[in-house]
């Protein structure tokens, strides 16, 4: 019941964002208000609880898969690729990630911690890479952002008009992710 509230909750909140009553979001879920109540003692406490469930997805979506016995470069090439595939084919979490970080509904050092451990994971992998000199020298966490930033949208987009992503623009959304960051590029 737990995960079928918060599915409802994050549905609610992309589609009206804070406006969105427990009555209604109740109703979304198939639960009685008083179940809700059982379950998350206020609306605050359940926008937490989006937040963090949609942390851990975004987690086992992009960081996972990772492999630390393979190079660093292949390791950041297939981020990407999981980034993509995130982004593409979780169109709800992709929705509900996009709109929770441009309307953040939290303290900006909650909304971070929720996603702390990606968002560590990839700022260490683009250290290593300056290390190696295969990476331009900057703020890791500007790069973390250019790459997740840079997919959501583009691919936002693609999808918006109603375009289908064939391995060819997937190969361009990849170059362009690791041309930005590429030291001899």
Not at 34 to 48: A, C
Not at 68 to 74: H, R, T, Y
Request: glycine share 8%; charged share 25%.
């Amino acid at each position: 019941m737990r995960e079928k509230i918060l599915d409802a909750t994050a549905a609610m909140l992309v589609a009206h964002g804070t406006q969105a009553s427990m009555s209604k979001i109740a109703k979304q879920a198939g639960v009685a208000t008083g179940s809700l109540y059982n379950h998350f003692e206020n609306k605050d406490v359940l926008i937490r609880a989006v937040y963090e469930e949609l942390g851990v997805i975004v987690e086992n979506a992009l960081v996972t898969g990772d492999n630390p016995e393979q190079p660093a470069q292949d390791r950041l090439k297939a981020f990407i690729d999981r980034q993509i595939d995130f982004v593409w084919f979780n169109e709800n979490n992709a929705d509900l990630h996009e709109y929770l970080s441009n309307v953040p509904l939290l303290p900006r050092e909650e909304v971070l911690d929720s996603f702390k451990r990606t968002s560590d994971f990839i700022a260490e992998l683009l250290r290593q890479l300056q290390a190696e000199g295969w990476v331009i020298a900057g703020d890791v966490g500007l790069f973390g952002g250019f790459i997740g930033g840079g997919i959501r949208n583009t691919l936002k987009w693609q999808r918006s008009l109603g375009v289908t992503l064939t391995p060819e623009m997937r190969a361009q959304v990849h170059h362009l992710c690791l041309h930005g960051l590429r030291k001899d590029a």
